[in-house]
T-cell receptor, first 108, second 114 residues
Framework: AQRVTQPEKLLSVFKGAPVELKCNYS??????LFWYVQYSRQRLQLLLR??SRESIKGFTADLNKGETSFHLKKPFAQEEDSAMYYC??????????FGAGTRLFVKA | DGGITQSPKYLFRKEGQNVTLSCEQN?????MYWYRQDPGQGLRLIYY???????QKGDIAEGYSVSREKKESFPLTVTSAQKNPTAFYLC?????????????FGEGSWLTVV
């Protein structure tokens, strides 16, 4: 079965602390993984995708096929990082499924 | 302002009535999607369409129907068969790329069935 699991519903960290949002997936084929973010009063938007191997707003994510994970990391959290984060898996064709989301709260 | 437009933003309907949510995009995207967002469950895929006149069921298609007669439009009908229709509905679209396609989302529609 195709599934995306984000085990933490809420993650609260202090400003300047490292942050890691966990994402595990289940898919027998070759996965494409994405992180989407929703800031307050804004639309859901792409943060980064694994094929680009990019760092966006200080965030990085590495696809680990052995552990079927795609955790999102940032070494020093900022208050403006507070948002809802969704991990997404694109399977065959254009089907894209999302995890339940993790709300990140960065405290001052 | 280009992008994806969903209407209406808020909709109230009586139980047993069908209701249609509109989704229009001017991004010239081939693929379009409908997701349902419930608290604690994230986004769940209802239907998606890769091309005009073609669409596939997602994970929770029961009680919903769609059409894709035009590239820019992908309306969703919530039928009376949907047992728990009260939810937030998100429409989205993407280019038809073999990989790395970014999904762009609308602002969403709140449906309340009373």
């Amino acid at each position: 079965a195709q599934r995306v699991t984000q085990p933490e519903k809420l993650l609260s960290v202090f400003k300047g602390a490292p942050v890691e949002l966990k994402c595990n997936y289940s898919y027998s084929g070759s996965p494409e993984l994405f992180w989407y973010v929703q800031y307050s009063r804004q639309r859901l938007q792409l943060l980064l995708r694994h094929i680009s191997r990019e760092s966006i707003k200080g965030f990085t994510a590495d696809l680990n096929k052995g552990e079927t994970s795609f955790h999102l990391k940032k070494p020093f959290a900022q208050e403006e990082d507070s948002a809802m984060y969704y991990c997404a898996l694109r399977t065959g064709g254009f089907k894209t499924i999302f995890g339940a989301g993790t709300r990140l709260f960065v405290k001052a | 302002d280009g992008g994806i437009t969903q209407s209406p933003k808020y909709l109230f309907r009586k139980e047993g009535q069908n209701v249609t949510l509109s989704c229009e995009q001017n991004l010239n995207h081939d693929a379009m999607y409908w997701y349902r967002q419930d608290p604690g469950q994230g986004l769940r895929l209802i239907y998606y369409s890769q091309i005009v006149n073609d669409f596939q069921k997602g994970d929770i298609a029961e009680g919903y129907s769609v059409s894709r007669e035009k590239k820019e439009s992908f309306p969703l009908t919530v039928t009376s068969a949907q047992k728990n229709p009260t939810a937030f509905y998100l429409c989205a679209s993407s280019m038809a790329l073999s990989s790395g396609n970014t999904i762009y989302f609308g602002e969403g529609s709140w449906l309340t069935v009373v």
